[in-house]
């Protein structure tokens, strides 16, 4: 009697705990009902919106406007960053409660996509030629798997190259006749690059921006020879041109650049002066309180063209949750982030060109002279094309075995034969 | 001949005892129930805590989930494909490098400082805090700090070094000394709480004893290497457990002063692990790894044991 009584007791609390731990998590679902009596709250994960008080004052913008359709409605946002994206979407799926709106980047749509994480965004309207006609086309291989859409671009995050005028001149290399092709590059950053009297690059002649990760560089120079990384998610790297780039990298490293070479601040060493010629982001900072009118006017900014003029432009593309409980909900705050306004805002603080069709005429192009080159170098776009369902693994495998290509530890030719073959 | 080596009369130091019949039967069930009772927390909470994940780790490395609507099971590929994996052969051989190395240094350096404050030295409180204050200092800092040390441009380890006509180094991003760099700060770290547990199995090495082999004329070595090493012998078996463990489960350090590179240099099975479960969303893949860190923490362990037991018979 007594031990049943002890059991029931047992039972019950357990039940009340784990009553406790699910209690209001999973909302009704909104789709279908009218948006002026949904409820519920909309989970978005967004890298866009930097944890600052602008950042969190353009957000509000964006609630403010979404609520305007469904003012019943609660938005929780997660400010997370490309660092941490992947361990927020595993651990929310994981515990159950996926987010109804993602932001998330180039080379991850395809994956969750395939893994069914990722809604179809054709369900809403959203096509290839809505892409093209709206956005930036030149996203539409990173929004989609199997001929469907999964994302909508917000942000093109665009690349250039930078020279310092005053260190061509120095070299006696002219500034106006930069080298764009992977050899010419290599000549002219030898002869800029600056050693002490024991040999330590004291100037990196070329900064290659990748610190201690070459797989951005490997997509962009390769992409430069006129050849994408993938194609229709097969690999298109294991060939001469891959061999050619992969050893071209490793010829850079410890010549013109020391490996793993970055400021503290995680800046482009061409705007300290630390790299005479090197891989930018999109947008420069030519006031003060940035770089200066000084560094501003000693920058020159080109493409690459090793037979094909190329920018790499990853940028921020919102999905919504197969999962989610509020699709259409999900769908109208993919429209409020949308608003030319919004992107414009989004655009600035992150340094990057909102993903709208004219963004060469956008307030951010116009702001500084770096955006408006990327935004018009636009037409030139390049990423990793269209990655295979299993990029977030191949992600890793290419950082870690190109790094042991180039620092000598492995044959570049068998990494990329292996790269290839762990691709599917 | 001295009482202490008298054998006890058991009617003084033994168990009470009770008169059979059912008072006694009584006073063990209830004796039996008290010690489930105290038991149940602990039971309750290493049953959810701790069996519950481990039978579903050990489930999912036989499937292939991966965070998607739908997974299978897939045998013992997850256990072939990581035995051809040269990223996970890689985190197995720096783990049992680090491993190999960090404990039988740090548990040396952790005696040999705990001799030195066991003795009565001036500012003896102060060096014990300072020794301690590794351990609790969050790891995340510590590798800050220690990545500023191994700045190449302007730290310290470089800074110290360059006054004796060594070039500066890349501590971190050079393959060649990436993981013994992160080996030092892992020694470092894990010194204070050795030290302490040492320095209380010290105070209770029997002074009877040291005085008697001093009465016998034995010298400081001699002392160490008959009376208090024997002693000590418990207590190095905790300290070993407790290292394997600990440096088996390498992660925050690594993550944050070096995240397993320069290429897989100084990658290590939980950051392997927690890359392919959270990063490359292979959460059956990363569980069979799981397993197999957990069978090879067991088999290092196992021979702490052994050696342990070769020592007692020693």
Redesign the interface.
């Known amino acids: 009697m007594r031990r049943s009584a002890g059991l029931a007791v047992l039972v019950a609390a357990v039940g009340l705990v784990a009553s406790a731990c699910g209690n209001g998590v999973i909302d009704k679902s909104t789709d279908g009902v009218p948006p002026a009596e949904a409820t519920g709250t909309l989970r978005v994960l967004l890298p866009s919106f930097p944890a600052s008080n602008d950042g969190r004052k353009e957000f509000a913008k964006v609630v403010a406007d979404f609520s305007k359709k469904y003012p019943k409605m609660k938005v929780e946002p997660d400010f997370a960053t490309y660092n941490n994206l992947?361990?927020k979407?595993?651990?929310s799926?994981?515990a159950g409660i996926p987010y109804d709106v993602m932001v998330t980047g180039v080379g991850w749509v395809q994956?969750f996509a395939?893994?069914?994480?990722f809604a179809d965004l054709g369900d809403f309207g959203v096509t290839p030629d809505v892409i093209k006609s709206k956005s930036v086309g030149a996203l539409i291989p990173a929004v989609s798997y199997q001929d469907r859409i999964y994302a909508y671009p917000l942000l093109a995050d665009a690349r250039a190259v930078a020279l310092r005028i005053s260190a061509f001149k120095e070299a006696g290399l002219d500034p106006n006749d930069p080298p764009t092709s992977l050899a010419e590059i290599k000549v002219a950053a030898e002869k800029l690059t600056k050693r002490d009297k024991?040999g330590?690059i004291t100037r990196s002649g070329f900064d290659l921006a990748g610190a201690?990760?070459f797989r951005q560089p490997f997509v962009t120079f390769l992409a430069s020879t006129g050849t994408p990384l993938y194609i229709n998610q097969e690999p298109n790297f294991n060939n001469e041109k891959g061999l050619e780039t992969l050893n071209w990298i490793k010829s850079m490293i410890n010549n013109v650049q020391?490996?793993?070479q970055q400021n503290a601040a995680q800046q482009p060493l061409v705007y300290s002066g630390e790299a005479a010629m090197g891989i930018v982001g999109g947008a420069i900072d030519c006031s003060e309180k940035g770089l200066g009118q000084a560094t501003c006017d000693d920058l020159k900014f080109f493409r690459f063209n090793s037979g094909k003029e190329i920018e790499y432009v990853g940028g921020d593309l919102a999905s919504i949750g197969?999962r989610s409980r509020h699709k259409e909900a999900g769908f109208a705050f993919i429209e409020s982030l949308t608003q030319p306004a919004t992107l414009d805002a989004m655009a600035k603080l992150n340094k990057k060109l909102p993903a709208y069709k004219d963004a060469a005429n956008s307030p951010q192009a116009k702001s500084n002279p770096l955006s408006k080159f990327v935004a018009e170098g636009l037409p030139f776009a390049v990423n990793e094309n269209s990655p295979p369902s299993?990029w977030?693994?191949m992600?890793?495998?290419f950082?870690?075995?190109l790094?042991?290509a180039v620092?000598g530890?492995k044959d570049p030719a068998k990494v990329l034969a292996?790269l290839a073959g762990q691709s599917r | 001949m001295s009482a202490t080596l008298e054998r006890p009369s058991p009617t003084l130091a033994g168990p009470r005892t009770v008169a059979p019949g059912k008072d006694s039967r009584r006073l063990i069930r209830s004796q039996l129930r008290a010690g489930w009772v105290l038991i149940a927390p602990a039971l309750l909470h290493s049953g959810i805590f701790i069996v519950i994940p481990v039978v579903f780790a050990i489930a999912l490395s036989f499937t292939d989930y991966s965070f998607g609507d739908s997974w299978a099971w897939v045998g013992f590929q997850n256990y072939s494909d990581l035995f051809n994996d040269a990223d996970f052969r890689a985190a197995l051989w720096n783990t049992i490098l680090y491993a190999v190395v960090v404990i039988p240094i740090s548990m040396a350096i952790s005696l040999f400082i705990a001799l030195g404050l066991n003795q009565k030295i001036r500012g003896l409180a102060f060096f014990r805090t300072a020794f301690y204050i590794p351990t609790v200092t969050a790891t995340v800092a510590v590798a800050t700090i220690w990545l500023w040390i191994y700045n190449p441009g302007s730290g310290l380890a470089n800074g110290f070094l360059s006054l004796f006509g060594f070039a500066p180094n890349s501590w971190l991003s050079d393959p060649g000394t990436a993981l013994p760099s992160l080996m030092v700060v892992g020694i470092w770290q894990g010194l204070g709480t050795k030290i302490i547990i040492y320095l209380a199995a010290l105070q209770g090495v029997s002074r009877d004893l040291l005085e008697s082999a001093s009465l016998d004329g034995a010298g400081r070595w001699q002392k160490f290497a008959n009376v208090t090493w024997p002693a000590l012998g418990p207590v190095q078996f905790f300290v070993l457990i407790t290292s394997i463990v600990g440096t088996f489960q390498v992660f925050d350090l690594v993550y944050v002063m070096t995240k397993g590179g320069p290429g897989t240099e100084t990658t290590v099975l939980v950051l392997d692990i927690y890359q392919n479960a959270f990063q490359a969303l292979r959460l059956g893949y990363a569980s069979a790894e799981t397993v197999i860190m957990m069978i090879l923490i067991a088999v290092f362990i196992g021979l702490g044991r052994l050696l342990q037991r070769a020592d007692v018979n020693d």
């Open positions: 992947n361990e979407i595993s651990t799926i994981a994956p395939a893994k069914r994480i024991d330590n201690t990760s020391k490996y793993g197969s299993n977030l693994e992600r890793f495998n950082d870690s075995q790094t042991q620092l530890q292996n």
